[in-house]
């Protein structure tokens, strides 16, 4: 779906160490997950935002990644559904 990661109503998920680059979309998205943490990845030039999590997660942990080139850097939105209880610390977005 042009995303370089996806998790999907996955829970307890631990996405981290990767490189993730030319995405058209994001580079790592995480759609409904709970205790989920996104830690130390590089993601370069992607279409979208470099790191999304988004809809009803509860705990979220974003940190330590380098975000180069993304139309967006790092989002954590729609909370329509739920979604509480995030961190968004210790990130490089450049560019």
Sequence with gaps: NGNGINAFRAGNVIISGN??????????RANSSSNLQITGNTCSRS?????????SFE????????????????SIVNFNEGGRMAVCSNNIVRN
Aim: a negative charge.
């Design 19 to 28: 490189i993730v680059s030319d995405c058209a979309f994001s580079a790592i």
């Design 47 to 55: 279409g979208e935002t470099g790191i999304y999590s988004e809809f």
């Design 59 to 74: 705990g979220a942990i974003l940190s330590n990644n380098l975000v180069d080139g993304a139309a967006n850097g790092i």
